[in-house]
């Protein structure tokens, strides 16, 4: 592995996974115990899973959206929006994440590519609303569409099967940045994980802060291994002190 001095990059681009609430007490997917051992992806992460049980997959994100209530941004959302203000440059912030711990952290653009817990997509007319309630009544009945009034809000999540959002506004970036960021994935899931391997052959410097090595640490120039709170600030005082 090379390292590099953090100085005189002017676009940069910044992947985020659920390593980096982590230290937020939001659940990660694949690590011993995650999400994805608690439940069958295809039946709460799929549009097959949620036309056979509604409730079931409503219930699993109003859970989880209770969950992010009690969670509160660390020191690593803080620090990418402390580079946010602070960087003269092009940044993009890019989440896989559906949690709003950037948002609450300080961060003012963020581009949420699976979407978001707390907005809720209308599958009748296809609206889409901030939303911070359950979608799963206690008595089992479900909100109406406030723009609609058809019985027929989904979490604003995109599952397996589905595009992620702004998938051009994203490429177009990993096209042009000089410096690719990614924090806390584990790099299993596409898109987002063959992010590396274009801006790599774009000619970016690639470097990975992660808790373990990433499927994708091949194509890093510079891994760095450790929790986010304590990597994402140390990488950005380099940043910053250019
Ligand atoms: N600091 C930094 N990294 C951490 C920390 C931490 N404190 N804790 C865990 N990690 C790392 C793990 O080493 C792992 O590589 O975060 C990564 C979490 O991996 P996943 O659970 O697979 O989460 P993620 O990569 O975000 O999943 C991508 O998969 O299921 C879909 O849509 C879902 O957005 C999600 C996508």
Redesign the pocket.
């Not at 994805?36 to 109003?62: C, K, M, N, S």
């Not at 774009?202 to 990433?214: I, K, R, T, V, Y």
């Not at 890093?220 to 005082?237: C, K, M, N, T, Y």
């Given at each position: 592995m090379f390292q590099r001095i953090m100085a005189g990059f002017e676009r940069i681009v910044i992947l985020t996974?659920?390593?980096?609430s982590?230290?937020s007490g939001i659940d990660?997917?694949?690590?011993a115990g995650?999400l994805?051992e608690q439940h069958w992806?295809e039946d709460i992460?799929t549009p097959e899973g949620f036309a056979r049980d509604p409730d079931l997959v409503l219930g699993f994100y109003d859970m989880r959206r209770a969950a992010l209530a009690r969670a509160a941004p660390n020191p690593a959302h803080e620090a990418l929006a402390l580079l946010e203000r602070e960087f003269s440059g092009d940044l993009l912030l890019v989440t896989?994440?559906v949690d709003d711990l950037h948002e609450r952290g300080g961060s003012a653009q963020v581009l949420h590519m699976?979407g978001e817990l707390k907005s809720a997509l209308c599958t009748s007319c296809e609206t889409r609303v901030r939303w911070d309630a359950p979608m799963l009544a206690k008595d089992g009945d479900r909100p109406p569409c406030p723009a609609c009034c058809a019985v027929g809000l989904r979490p604003d999540v995109?599952w397996f099967g589905e595009m992620p959002y702004e998938m051009d506004r994203i490429y177009g970036a990993l096209q042009t940045c000089d410096l690719f960021v990614s924090?806390?994935?584990?790099?299993?899931?596409y898109p987002?994980a063959g992010f590396v391997e274009e801006v790599r052959a774009a000619g970016a410097w690639c470097l990975e802060?992660?808790?373990?090595p990433?499927d994708g640490l091949r194509c890093f120039h510079e891994s760095r291994l450790g929790?986010?709170?304590i990597?994402v600030s140390q990488w950005i005082d380099e940043v910053l002190a250019h």
């Amino acid at each position: 592995m090379f390292q590099r001095i953090m100085a005189g990059f002017e676009r940069i681009v910044i992947l985020t996974g659920a390593g980096i609430s982590a230290e937020s007490g939001i659940d990660t997917f694949r690590a011993a115990g995650g999400l994805w051992e608690q439940h069958w992806v295809e039946d709460i992460a799929t549009p097959e899973g949620f036309a056979r049980d509604p409730d079931l997959v409503l219930g699993f994100y109003d859970m989880r959206r209770a969950a992010l209530a009690r969670a509160a941004p660390n020191p690593a959302h803080e620090a990418l929006a402390l580079l946010e203000r602070e960087f003269s440059g092009d940044l993009l912030l890019v989440t896989q994440n559906v949690d709003d711990l950037h948002e609450r952290g300080g961060s003012a653009q963020v581009l949420h590519m699976h979407g978001e817990l707390k907005s809720a997509l209308c599958t009748s007319c296809e609206t889409r609303v901030r939303w911070d309630a359950p979608m799963l009544a206690k008595d089992g009945d479900r909100p109406p569409c406030p723009a609609c009034c058809a019985v027929g809000l989904r979490p604003d999540v995109v599952w397996f099967g589905e595009m992620p959002y702004e998938m051009d506004r994203i490429y177009g970036a990993l096209q042009t940045c000089d410096l690719f960021v990614s924090i806390g994935t584990s790099g299993v899931v596409y898109p987002a994980a063959g992010f590396v391997e274009e801006v790599r052959a774009a000619g970016a410097w690639c470097l990975e802060l992660n808790l373990d090595p990433s499927d994708g640490l091949r194509c890093f120039h510079e891994s760095r291994l450790g929790p986010a709170s304590i990597l994402v600030s140390q990488w950005i005082d380099e940043v910053l002190a250019h």
